[in-house]
Each structure stands twice: as structure tokens, then as C-alpha cells.
């Protein structure tokens, strides 16, 4: 295979050798001589990457943006994001030209455009200091930190944690901005085996050249302490001098633009104490100095990684109703990145509650919003959550409306729900507010969106298909002229059947226009339902929407002029 590669690039104008089962390629330009050793990951398995293409000599280019160094002198020559491009098995020939080529284009650029070069390698911070990090310093930096523009003292200790042993962690000495529940903070907290090392945050506010291919970390240290701000240096130079220290770590961000940070961390050990070192200048014999890379763990970082949707970090919302639907759409919501919520709800959990409730078993007995609550700040480090033991109508009462910005109704009750709509639409200024609430047997689920200020609202869907007031709800699909709950024991026993499947659907319905809404992409009351099938099982009467209801997912208008609720 190497040889029929090797001939098809000479064909194409390469010179080409086969040195140790690498394809090795001299390429001239400028006043330029640089030479690529490329070669297919074979080991056994099918070719699922592109090759790997290495710039030769790699130590007399410098810093150099998107090659990596190693102790060989060889630096790999990144080729993008390779996920979405796919390899023919046929012609690796062809592949192989065609990566060659784009290393060649990238090496050419950064090598003839300096300022180009500087510009890539100040971005791509975080993959350079990468470079500096020793396989020796095998251990992990975890940081909970939110980047800030001062200089902070921080606590550190060393983990015991199973899959995190000998990690250091570092965090907030005053703890700001963090959640104690989060599990995995407390997780890592339970296990910390204490650590006396000396810590501080160093915020760096202007891009910095990580060091340069055998650049010391010492050399580079004393380079960002000379450019740092002078108000940040005397700070510095002032903690510096507060002890000697035997070792001393360095946290630190580099701004590299709105609401991004490089994060990189750096250990500075000497066998007896004395002070670190800020400049050549200083006492700097017996000191080492090691690069580390650090996990991040703060918001900004976190929230978009993970996918939660920008710009709802100052927005809250209240949960009425905290059952399986209500509870399901708390967690979709915290998913969704929300910055806080506010649950509302007067039910314990019980044994009957499992399997189709988003808490799990551990809760039994306990309150649904305090168990919610729990459940949610320990997976999501970053929500806020406020409770309320209590009903619907104190809810009303105590004027929390004015401190949400949107309301979820998900009590399952129509009579109280309609009670909150009517009351909510009296007045002048309301938040949005979204119903939602599942048939049993499968049947479907509805969600609907009252606009704070347009017409429409939960009473438009009182009436029958012709037109006329009624008692039932035409957004339904079961009829109401028959008995669909089913008995257990007698009086009292009785329930209605829905599965966590049709809890969830529901939930879903009801997050989206939630989020729709948040978006500002729903301009008027809105409804919207999904359709299921009718078990075979039971003689259920279905409605005449049912029977004709095609737009299953479908966002449709609310607004009934009829209605004397909203429109009188
Ligand atoms: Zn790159
Ligand atoms: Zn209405």
C-alpha cells in the first residue's frame, strides 16, 4: 500500500521516500525546505482517520500554530475537525495527497504570514500549553472556578476519588458561586485527602504566547509576570510576600474574548521555603516550575459545552404542580439551562409515584418540591431553586408572580387551573403562563401558551365544536361522557392510567413552548397536543377532535372569540 502511495504522489509532482514504514515527502517554498513523515493508522484495525501527517525538525520553526512538539522534534500537523469526512477504503491514495496537500497549505501560510501565525497560536492557547505539559504531571487540575478580574486566594486539596485519585482541586477560598449539593463537587469534597500548598487565581485579561517549543516554564512565567497590568503585578508581588512556601500553584484564565477563558495551571516546587520567584531577577535557584492542564468546571464553560441554550440564566420560572408531568418538565428545564425555578406543590411522594415520577425511590415520604429541589441541584450545579409547600391559590395570593417571568401549570386539575386563568387574566400585567395536562390510556397530552398581554387564554378551549359554552374542554380527546378511571378497591381507590411515556410527551409539549417562548418565537396564544393510540382493551368514547386531529406536534392558534374570559 505505502509504495502504491509513494508512486501516485510522485506522479502528482511530490518528491516521496519510504523510511520505517512512514511515507516521508520533502516540500520546497519561499525560502523554505520542510519535510512531512505521514503515515496510515493501521494497528490491526480498519483506517477510521485520516493520516498522520508530522512536521520533520519540528524544533527549528518556533512557536508555530496547529503543530503540536515532542521530545522526538516531531510536531503533528493538525488537520480539523476529520468526524464529518469519511475515508474510501479504495483509494487511500487519494486520501492521502489530499491530507498531504492541506498540511502543506496550512505549514506554508503560518510560516510566510507571521502575523497570521501569532494570531492562530493567541486562539488556540489551550492546545499549545497542552505541549507543555509533562506526561510526567499525570495528575489532573480540577478548577470550580468562574473567571474574575482579581487576584483571588483559593483552597486546594488532593482527591481520593476513584476516578479522579491525586487530582488537585481548587476552588473559591470565600466559596462564591458555589453549590454545595452538586454531587460531583461533593463528591470529590468527601474524598479530599487536605493539601497545605500555597494557591492563587492570577486573571490574565490580555492574550498570552503560551511558551514556545523549549521554552522553560521558569523562562515563560517570569515572560507573562513582565506584561501583566501593573495594579495585577503589585497584587501579586504583595500575596507573593505574604510567606515563604515550599510549593506554590498558580490558577489562571486568559480572556480571549466574550464570555471565553483559556484556563492553564502551574506548579512551582523547591525543596526548602523561600519566596517565588516574579522575574530573573529574584532568587530563583532550587526552583521547578510544571505545567498542568486544568478541568473546567464553572458556568461559563459548562453551560454552552453541554448544550443549554443561551441567555436564560437570569430568567425564572414557576412550577405549579410537581407530579410526573410537573416534575419531568422541571428537569427538562434546568436541561434547557434556566437559571432558576420556582416549585409549587402540597403532595409527598408516594409508593404509587415510582416508575413514572422523575424522582426516584430514595424520596419516598418526603415533600415532591423539596425532594425536586435536592434532586436538581445535585445534577445541575449552576440552578437556582426556591420552593413553595403550599397551593395554587396562596401562590396567587403572596404575589410571587411578580418575581417570575412565566408560570407552568401542571396540576392535572381543571377546575383549579381555570381558577388561576381567570384570575390571572383580570389583570393588567401577568406573566406567560403554559398549561399543560395528559388524557389517560395513551390517549395524548395537550400543552397550551397564554400570551402575557394578547388575546386567548385557557377558558377559549370551553366550548363544542359548534360554537356553543360548554363544560368540557375541545382540546380533548376523550369524551367526557364516560367514566375512564379505573378502580382498584372501591371508593377512593379509583386513578387514572398513564404511563411515565405519556408523562414525558406531555412535559415536552409543555417545555417547548416554554422555551418558545423565552425566545420570543411565540407571538400569540397558542396550543398544541400530541395523539395517541386507543388500547384495544377499553371501550373508550373518543371526541370528534380525536377522530379528525391530524396536527399532532403542531403549534396551533388558542384564541376563541366566544370566549368571555378574555374577550368581553
Ligand atoms: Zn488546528
Ligand atoms: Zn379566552
Not at 507573562?224 to 510549593?247: A, C, F, G, M, S
Not at 414525558?504 to 417547548?512: D, E, F, H, K, V
Request: aromatic content about 12%; some cysteine.
Amino acid at each position: 500500500m505505502l509504495e502504491k502511495i509513494k508512486t501516485f504522489l510522485e506522479k502528482n509532482g511530490h518528491s516521496a521516500e519510504i523510511i520505517d514504514s512512514r511515507i516521508i515527502t520533502t516540500h520546497k517554498f519561499n525560502e523554505f525546505v520542510i519535510r512531512i513523515a505521514g503515515k496510515f493508522f493501521l494497528e490491526g484495525k480498519l483506517w477510521f482517520s485520516l493520516p498522520e501527517l508530522y512536521l520533520l525538525e519540528r524544533g527549528k520553526y518556533g512557536s508555530l500554530a496547529h503543530v503540536s512538539w515532542d521530545e522526538k522534534d516531531e510536531g503533528l500537523i493538525c488537520g480539523g475537525v476529520s468526524e464529518n469526512r469519511h475515508i474510501d477504503y479504495e483509494q487511500l491514495d487519494e486520501v492521502y495527497l489530499l491530507a498531504l496537500n492541506k498540511a502543506i497549505e496550512t505549514i506554508k501560510s503560518l510560516l510566510i504570514d507571521k502575523d497570521k501565525n501569532e494570531k492562530e497560536i493567541l486562539e488556540e492557547f489551550s492546545a499549545h500549553w497542552n505541549f507543555s505539559v509533562s506526561s510526567k504531571t499525570k495528575n489532573k487540575v480540577i478548577s470550580f472556578l468562574e473567571p474574575s478580574n482579581e487576584i483571588l486566594e483559593l483552597t486546594s486539596y488532593v482527591s481520593n476519588d476513584d476516578k479522579f485519585k491525586d487530582s488537585v482541586i481548587f476552588y473559591r477560598t470565600d466559596e462564591k458561586n458555589l453549590n454545595p449539593n452538586y454531587s460531583f463537587f461533593k463528591r470529590l469534597k468527601s474524598k479530599n485527602r487536605g493539601n497545605r500548598d500555597r494557591s492563587l487565581y492570577l486573571p490574565i485579561e490580555q492574550p498570552v504566547l503560551p511558551p514556545a517549543p523549549n521554552e522553560s516554564i521558569l523562562q515563560w512565567w517570569f515572560r507573562l509576570v513582565e506584561n501583566l497590568p501593573t495594579t495585577i503585578r503589585e497584587d501579586l508581588e504583595n500575596q507573593i510576600l505574604k510567606k515563604t512556601n515550599k510549593v506554590f500553584w498558580i490558577l489562571s484564565s486568559v480572556h480571549l474574548g466574550q464570555n471565553k477563558h483559556s484556563w492553564f495551571c502551574l506548579k512551582f516546587e523547591r525543596k526548602n521555603k523561600s519566596y517565588l520567584p516574579l522575574s530573573v531577577n529574584c532568587k530563583t535557584e532550587g526552583w521547578n516550575a510544571f505545567a498542568y492542564n486544568v478541568i473546567i468546571h464553572n458556568k461559563e464553560y459548562i453551560k454552552p459545552r453541554g448544550g443549554a441554550e443561551k441567555g436564560l440564566d437570569d430568567i425564572t420560572v414557576a412550577i405549579i404542580g410537581c407530579g410526573s408531568v410537573g416534575g419531568e418538565i422541571a428537569k427538562q428545564l434546568a436541561s434547557a439551562g434556566i437559571g432558576k425555578l420556582m416549585l409549587i406543590d402540597h403532595d409527598s411522594l408516594n409508593v404509587e409515584n415510582i416508575y413514572r415520577h422523575t424522582l426516584s425511590s430514595q424520596y419516598i415520604g418526603y415533600d415532591k418540591v423539596k425532594s425536586l429541589s435536592h434532586f436538581l441541584k445535585t445534577n445541575y450545579p449552576y440552578l437556582k431553586v426556591e420552593y413553595l409547600f403550599s397551593f395554587l391559590k396562596i401562590f396567587l395570593e403572596k404575589d410571587y408572580l411578580n418575581s417570575v417571568d412565566g408560570v407552568i401549570v401542571a396540576t392535572g386539575n381543571p377546575t383549579e387551573e381555570r381558577f388561576f386563568n381567570n384570575e390571572l387574566i383580570k389583570r393588567d400585567k401577568r406573566p406567560w403562563v403554559v398549561y399543560t395536562w395528559v388524557e389517560g390510556h395513551g390517549i395524548g397530552g395537550h400543552a397550551i401558551y397564554v400570551h402575557p398581554t394578547g388575546e386567548g387564554c385557557l377558558s377559549c378551549l370551553y366550548r363544542d365544536m359548534y360554537g356553543n359554552k360548554s363544560l368540557n374542554s375541545i382540546q380533548n380527546f376523550l369524551d367526557s361522557e364516560q367514566d375512564i378511571a379505573i378502580n382498584i378497591a372501591g371508593c377512593g381507590t379509583h386513578f387514572l392510567p398513564y404511563s411515565f411515556i405519556d408523562a414525558i410527551q406531555s412535559a415536552t409539549l409543555a417545555t417547548r413552548l416554554t422555551l418558545e417562548a423565552l425566545n420570543n418565537q411565540l407571538s400569540k396564544s397558542s396550543r398544541i397536543s400530541w395523539k395517541g393510540v386507543v388500547p384495544p382493551d377499553f371501550k373508550l368514547k373518543t371526541t370528534y377532535r380525536y377522530k379528525n386531529f391530524k396536527k399532532s406536534l403542531e403549534i396551533e392558534s388558542l384564541f376563541w372569540e366566544g370566549c368571555d374570559v378574555c374577550n368581553f
